[in-house]
C-alpha cells in the first residue's frame, strides 16, 4: 500500500498537516495511534484555543477530525509499530502488521506528562489535578495551589500560578532544587510562594474534585495533609519517539531535531511538527501551527522531487 504524504498522529498537529496536505491534491494516510484525537482528549475545557471561547477537548479534536475527513485525508485507526527511513519511499509498518510504504513522512506522536502514579491521582484528573498551569490555571484565581516537582518546568509553573493564585505549595522530594538558578531566586523570595522540601505526595485526597494532598516526609516519614484547591504535576515530559531512534536525529531528551522553519528532520522528506519536536512551549496552538509548517514542507518537497 503506497500513499503520498503519510501522517503519524492525531493530536492538532496531525489534524492540521493533513488538512493541508490533502487540500494540496496529496493523497494523505493519517495513522492515529491509540489515542485519537491526541492528549487534548483528556481535557475537559479549553479556553485558550482562538476561535472557540471554551470548548471541550473532545469536542475540538472532533471538530479537527470532521474537517480532516472532508478534505479527504484517510484515517487509520492503527498504531505505528516501526520505520525505514534508509531510502525513499520510506517503510511504515504497523501493529496490525500492515506494510505502508510514502513519498513524504510527517511525525506528530507528540508527547506524554510524566504522572507520579500516586494513589487517587487518576481519579481527580480534571478535577483539580492537572499537569499544565498554562492551560489550566486561570481556574485557580484567588485560590491555594500546589506544584509538585523540582525543575526547571516546576519552578516556572510555580512562578506562573502565583500571578494567578493566592498561595502556592511547591512540593520537592529533594532538600535542593534542580531547576536554573535565575528561576529559583525568583522563587526562592516570591511572597506567595512557599516550599515543602523532602517532601513527596503519597495520595490525592478529596470527594468530586481534589480538596486535599497527603505528604509524607522523606527523611522523617512524618504525614501531614495539606488542604489544596489544586495540584500541578511537574516531574517532566516525554516525546512519543521510541520508533524513531537510529532512524532520525533526536535532542538528548529524546525529542526529534528539526529546522524550526521547515520542520525538517535529519532526514530529507520525514518531518515532525507539535510536541514530538517542542521541549519548550506544549500548546495546541502551536502544535496546530507546526503542522501547517510540515504540510507546506512537504508539499515543497514533493514538488521539487516529481
Ligand atoms: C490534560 C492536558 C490538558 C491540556 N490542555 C491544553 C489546553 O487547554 N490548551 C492547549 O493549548 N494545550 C493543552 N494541552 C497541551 C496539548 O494537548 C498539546 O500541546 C497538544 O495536544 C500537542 O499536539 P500534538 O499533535 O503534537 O500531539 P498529541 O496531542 O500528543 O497527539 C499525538 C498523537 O500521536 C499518536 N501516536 C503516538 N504514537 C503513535 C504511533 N506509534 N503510531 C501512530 N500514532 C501515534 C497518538 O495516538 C496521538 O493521536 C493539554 C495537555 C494535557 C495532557
Given at each position: 500500500m503506497?500513499?503520498r504524504?503519510l ?8 489534524y ?8 494540496a491534491?496529496l493523497e ?8 485519537a ?7 475537559h475545557?479549553?479556553e485558550n ?10 469536542d ?8 480532516a475527513?472532508?478534505?479527504?485525508v484517510?484515517l487509520k ?5 516501526s520505520?525505514?527511513?534508509?531510502k525513499r ?5 504497523t ?16 508527547s506524554?506528562?510524566?504522572?507520579l502514579?500516586?494513589?487517587g ?34 519552578v516556572y509553573?510555580?512562578?506562573?500560578l ?5 498561595k502556592?505549595?511547591?512540593?520537592h ?10 528561576l ?5 523570595v516570591?511572597?506567595k510562594?512557599?516550599?515543602?522540601w523532602d517532601?513527596?505526595?503519597?495520595e490525592?485526597l478529596?470527594e468530586?474534585q481534589?480538596?486535599a ?5 522523606a ?9 489544596i ?15 524513531f ?12 531535531k528539526t ?11 520525514v ?32 514538488l521539487?522531487?516529481k
Open positions: 503506497h500513499t504524504v501522517i503519524i498522529g492525531s493530536g492538532p498537529a496531525g492540521t498537516a493533513g488538512i493541508y496536505t490533502a487540500r491534491g494523505t494516510v493519517l495513522m492515529t495511534g491509540h489515542m484525537g491526541g492528549q487534548l482528549m483528556l481535557t475545557e479549553v484555543y482562538p476561535g472557540f471561547t471554551r470548548i471541550s477537548g473532545i475540538l479534536m472532533a471538530s479537527f477530525q470532521k474537517q475527513e472532508s478534505v479527504g484517510q485507526y492503527e498504531m505505528v509499530k520505520v525505514d527511513f534508509s519511499p520510506f517503510k511504515i509498518k501493529e496490525m502488521n500492515r506494510t505502508w510504504t510514502a513519498d513524504a513522512v510527517i511525525i506528530a506522536t507528540g506524554s506528562a510524566k504522572w502514579e500516586a494513589k491521582e487518576e481519579k481527580y484528573r480534571g478535577h483539580g489535578v492537572s499537569i499544565c498551569a498554562t492551560c489550566d490555571g486561570f481556574f485557580y484565581r484567588g485560590k491555594s495551589v500546589a506544584v509538585i516537582g523540582g525543575g526547571s518546568s516546576a509553573e510555580a512562578l506562573y502565583a500571578q494567578i493564585a493566592d502556592v505549595t511547591l512540593i522530594r529533594r532538600d535542593e532544587l534542580r531547576a536554573e538558578k535565575h529559583q531566586n525568583q522563587l526562592l516570591h511572597p510562594i512557599s516550599i515543602r517532601s513527596e505526595v503519597v490525592f478529596g468530586q481534589l480538596n494532598l497527603k505528604i509524607k516526609n527523611k522523617t516519614g512524618d504525614e501531614s495533609v495539606l488542604p484547591d489544586g495540584a500541578f504535576v511537574a516531574i517532566g515530559n516525554r516525546p512519543n519517539t521510541e520508533i531512534k537510529g532512524q532520525l536525529d533526536l535532542s538528548k531528551d529524546g525529542y526529534i529546522h524550526k522553519s521547515t520542520c525538517a528532520t535529519s532526514v530529507e522528506g518531518f515532525a511538527c507539535g510536541d514530538v519536536q517542542e521541549d519548550t512551549y506544549r500548546q495546541a496552538i502551536i502544535a496546530a501551527g507546526n503542522g501547517c509548517v510540515a504540510a507546506l514542507s512537504a508539499e515543497k518537497f514533493l521539487e522531487k
